[in-house]
């Protein structure tokens, strides 16, 4: 059955048709976001919904999502998303960062542009028929020190146009390196250091907990005096009344906001004070970014239901559709070695460690880790996915680690899982042969080479005859038809284990009957989600 995706805001027809022409079943409801009774009526239906700013996707609305897989924001900005409740929810959240950058820096420049000129105001006092030359005396952008705060992809883009107006650029940044700053060709400082020396100031960072209000009243008034203050990233950056009373006593020539603290901003402490030049967030406003946007949202959110590729995702690691399809069989060993510890753990996990060998350890382990986790979960939890795992074990204060090391042993790579609680360490390995089906190649430390089947049984035993005899025996009777059958050891006579792959399910009947032999120490039947 093909996915099913709502677009409840406005994306444009050609992004539409791109869910269509991958065979997704697509409704077009551009103003359904607005109703939030009828969308909660109806999203129950859909396992992806595309959306734009005006859609709030809230608890009630991902309660009432009982398919939902995806959230795609045709933008940048996701404040309309409670991104907690969807990852709780196992919902992936993506949005698309790269369709508006162009359009967003070249916003932050005009904006620069106008508050040097004053040409809002020039233009409102020649509408009105006033000739006042003198008034508008404005200031020149060359030789200028334009301060960027935040050189990632937008403010990259905002240093390399202020460099060809022959501007001076300083960039505080704490990811940008010494190397990268002089391929940008643009000067690495401190924020103290940008605040004295720029005359013109513009944000290009997201909205958090250590960017909140990172130009504060004590860092505005560090500023240089005469400094314009640019703001196209994020209301809530800028105190925006410390800057009201700086603009008030002069310190501050000039500022151009396009986001403020409060939107959409009806007031505003900054509005009417003079050379504020204000816009409604038109940031990413035009023609070609909107259509860019739509259509990177459209294919990133059909790459997903289709192919399991994850990009551009906030709230789990990112992978691309070629790594998806390099990754697929060892995201299932994966999500497989974990489903096998968590079905035979019963007390609580203290912590995870996740050993990667050889080929697999150059993979996107994040992505690996999540399902790891997301497979030791689901015992638990069986509405878990690899998106809500890291919460739930996070939540439960489980620890996690990951080792990688090059290939040190038979096979080319294999995965490792060890899980500790206070009563043992319980440990399982596992890789993908050359047919791309996932095996488990050792458990307990103990060798063996078994294919993953939907029921499987487990068992320990002391290493000892009539073993196989036993199992083979008691299944038949039962009518429980063998596919695969397993045995290892760590050594003769000592502790021995088998892994049966099944055909039906082992019930509480034949573990009864296995129990009365004497033979086994542990019996435990599995299920797997085998594609």
């Not at 990268?180 to 513009?202: C, G, H, N, P, S």
């Amino acid at each position: 059955m093909a996915p099913k995706v709502l677009v409840s805001d406005k994306l444009s027809e050609t992004a539409v048709q791109i869910f269509r022409d991958r065979g997704i079943d697509v409704d077009f409801l551009p103003d359904v976001g607005k109703d939030k009774e009828k969308l909660a009526e109806i999203i129950g239906q859909y396992d992806g919904l595309a959306i734009r700013s005006a859609t709030k996707v809230t608890p009630t609305i991902l309660n009432a999502a009982t398919n939902l897989k995806v959230v795609g924001r045709a933008g940048i900005g996701t404040d309309n998303v409670d991104k907690e409740a969807a990852s709780k929810k196992g919902v992936i959240v993506m949005n698309t960062p790269f369709g508006n950058m162009i359009t967003t820096a070249e916003h932050a420049i005009a904006m620069m542009f106008a508050v040097a000129r004053q040409l809002p105001e020039a233009s409102a006092s020649t509408h009105a028929g006033k000739w006042e030359k003198s008034k508008f005396m404005g200031v020149e952008l060359t030789g200028k020190t334009l301060g960027v705060i935040g050189a990632g992809n937008i403010g990259g883009i905002v240093c390399d146009r202020a460099r060809g107006l022959k501007m001076k650029v300083a960039a505080y940044d704490p990811f940008l390196s010494e190397e990268k700053a002089r391929d940008m060709q643009v000067e690495k400082v401190e924020l103290d250091e940008l605040l004295e020396r720029a005359d013109f100031i513009t944000l290009h960072v997201p909205f958090t907990e250590q960017t909140k209000n990172i130009l504060s009243r004590e860092n505005l008034e560090k500023t240089k005096k005469g400094v314009r203050i640019i703001n196209c990233a994020r209301g809530g950056l800028v105190d925006e009344e410390a800057l009201a009373d700086l603009l008030k006593s002069g310190h501050v020539a000039g500022a151009a906001f396009d986001v403020f603290a409060v939107e959409p901003a009806k007031e505003n402490v900054l509005f009417n004070l003079p050379n504020v030049v204000c816009t409604p967030h038109l940031g990413a406003s035009t023609t070609e970014a909107q259509e860019n946007v739509a259509l990177q949202v459209a294919d990133q959110m059909s790459n997903y239901l289709l192919d399991g590729a994850v990009e551009n995702a906030l709230n789990m690691p990112s992978m691309t559709a070629e790594e998806a399809k390099v990754m697929g069989p060892w995201v299932e060993l994966a999500g497989h070695l974990g489903g096998f510890i968590g079905q035979l753990t019963d007390e609580p996990i203290k912590a995870i460690n996740i050993l990667y060998d050889g080929v697999v350890s150059d993979m996107n382990l994040p992505a690996l880790n999540c399902a790891v986790v997301a497979g030791i979960m689901k015992k638990a939890n069986p509405d878990v996915n690899m998106v809500s795992a890291p919460v739930v074990a996070k939540e439960k204060g489980i620890q996690i680690s990951t080792t990688n090391q090059d290939k040190s042993g038979a096979f080319d790579g294999y995965i490792k899982v060890t899980i500790v609680t206070d009563e043992r360490e319980r440990s399982i390995g596992g890789t993908v042969f050359s047919d791309g089906k996932p095996r488990f190649i050792q458990i307990k430390g103990i060798n063996i080479d078994a294919e993953v089947g939907e029921h499987m049984l487990y068992t320990t035993n002391e290493d000892v005859p009539g073993i196989i005899g036993t199992l083979g025996g008691v299944l038949g009777e039962n009518n429980v038809n063998i596919a695969n059958f397993t045995l290892g050891r760590a050594a003769a006579g000592g502790e021995a284990i088998a892994l049966l792959y099944v055909d039906g399910v082992v019930d509480q009947k034949v573990l009864g009957q296995l129990a009365a032999t004497g033979l086994f120490k542990q019996m435990k039947p599995l299920t797997f989600d085998v594609a």
